[in-house]
């Protein structure tokens, strides 16, 4: 039988919470042709391009992904663009349709890193970009394209792309909700009404949520944690005042309704399995833990 990392995470239960990647700035870039293993690496850029943006990204903390709009390859006319800064109730998204791809070398990634106005247009709309990147791995391509499709003949198809590689492959279908940074994993075709309906109105959907990406993994369980006990899917319903890690333990306070709450959270590696699709060994499996009172 052949492998899946997703059907092997579903059957160990592996835990979503606290496994969105730590990132603030991101930039989309449309390409609508193949994205190869490694989408700036591999995909056919213009000369040069995909080596500057993976080292001017990297160089400034920005996430560049490859989108494409769903079922569609682009007419090589231009690229639509986004920056975003995720940062909770300050988050901002920006957007240009550009003439040619080659204009995105004129983007200032240092200032996005920083976050700053790259000086583009202000885009008011969320942007849910779904991880479809079969050949990095097989279960984005498997589990992300049902979504992406489903999302992209309804009421969402114009905040749906499809996206390259966002992390976390065990978890597909993935699902990155901008400017706010919201992962969501093991969503599928009918989770991923729920889940754009809740962006729309401004909520998150508990089920499939991984954590934010401006903070860490330990501080998106603690987040998660209280919004699943509170029952609260307000974007700003919660807050995150401080948090302090000693060892293995991040200390977690949280405020909700007026009220502090303080969590604990311990980081664990359990077992050793394979974590992807394509892995040549097996790796310990990462896990945060809310510690209970005894």
Do not use: K
């Not at 449309?30 to 080292?55: C, F, I, M, V």
């Amino acid at each position: 039988m052949t492998f899946r990392c997703a059907a092997a995470s579903l059957a160990r239960e592996d835990d979503l919470a606290g496994t969105a990647s730590t990132v603030r700035s991101f930039l989309l870039v449309e390409h609508g042709g193949s994205w190869g293993s490694d989408a700036l690496r591999d995909a056919r850029l213009p000369a040069g391009l995909g080596e500057h943006l993976a080292r001017s990204g990297r160089a400034a903390n920005v996430r560049v992904l490859l989108v494409r709009r769903p079922g569609r390859r682009a007419d090589g006319t231009g690229a639509r663009v986004f920056a975003a800064r995720a940062a909770g109730p300050d988050s901002w998204l920006e957007t240009a349709a550009l003439g040619s791809l080659d204009e995105v070398r004129d983007l200032d990634l240092a200032a996005l890193g920083a976050g700053r106005s790259v000086g583009l247009a202000r885009h008011d709309e969320p942007v849910i970009a779904v991880c479809t990147h079969g050949r990095h791995d097989a279960c984005c391509a498997e589990r992300g394209r049902p979504v992406a499709l489903t999302l992209a003949a309804g009421r969402h198809a114009d905040a749906v792309w499809e996206c390259s590689h966002i992390g976390g492959d065990r978890f597909a279908g993935n699902v990155l909700v901008l400017p706010r940074g919201l992962y969501y994993g093991r969503v599928d075709p009918d989770s991923a009404l729920a889940m754009a309906d809740a962006t729309a109105d401004g909520r998150v959907s508990l089920d499939h949520l991984r954590g934010r990406s401006d903070l860490s993994m330990p501080v998106q369980a603690a987040e998660i944690d209280v919004r699943r006990r509170l029952g609260l899917t307000g974007l700003d319903d919660v807050r995150v005042s401080s948090a302090r890690t000693e060892g293995d333990v991040t200390v977690v306070a949280v405020e909700a309704a007026g009220v502090v709450h303080e969590v604990r959270v311990r980081r664990t590696l359990e077992g050793a399995e394979r974590l992807t699709c394509g892995a040549l060994r097996d790796s310990a499996v990462p896990r945060f833990v809310v510690e209970r009172p005894g």
